[in-house]
């Protein structure tokens, strides 16, 4: 009996500890940025509001992150750093791709952070969650190529005292994935 009880105090533990924590990224449109697309041009990620107030920083971070993971599939990828294309503004679609075909790349990729919670204590009873969503589009023609969504959180309990910042490079290896064949 004591064992089967220990046995089942272990089992909720894990559960607790284990179980609350997610990640995924899915794609929204069945279509994929091709191997021969290889010169890609990311725009900073528009930064993610909460509370109303906006969570400057958190956009250029995660897109810069999103850069790298790309340049590591083996594609040439570079971060748009000029003040008509910040991570405070909307991106305007159409001056992307402008920009994109004037720099000679194949595709132009625009982000949004669609969700920010750093609980960023242990204990703190607040998940940490960021989520994104990711949208790719032919320079010649403006149209969308792909885009792809994801979120990742932590627990509700956790042993760490790291911030949320810490889930940029799964969450953007999990939408490469995805998004590029």
Known sequence: ??????????????SIFLG???RHANLDRNEK???AQKNIIVFPFRNAYYKGRELVG???ALSSTFVNEVIGTGRE?????????????AVDINQACKYTK??????????IVNEWIDGATQ????????????????????SLITSATGR??????TFINAPATRFYKTLSQDLIAEMFE
């Open 1 to 14: 009996m004591k064992k089967n009880t220990i046995i089942l105090l272990v089992v909720i533990l894990l």
């Open 20 to 22: 609350c924590a997610a």
């Open 33 to 35: 940025i091709y191997k």
């Open 58 to 60: 958190v956009g250029t």
């Open 77 to 89: 990828c570079r971060l748009v750093e000029t003040e008509e294309f910040r991570e405070t503004k």
């Open 102 to 111: 004037q720099q000679g790349a194949d595709v132009a990729i625009i982000g």
């Open 123 to 142: 204990w703190s009873g607040k998940v940490d969650v960021v989520g994104v969503s990711i949208y790719a589009y032919d320079p010649e023609t403006c």
């Open 152 to 157: 990742e959180q932590g627990q509700w309990l």
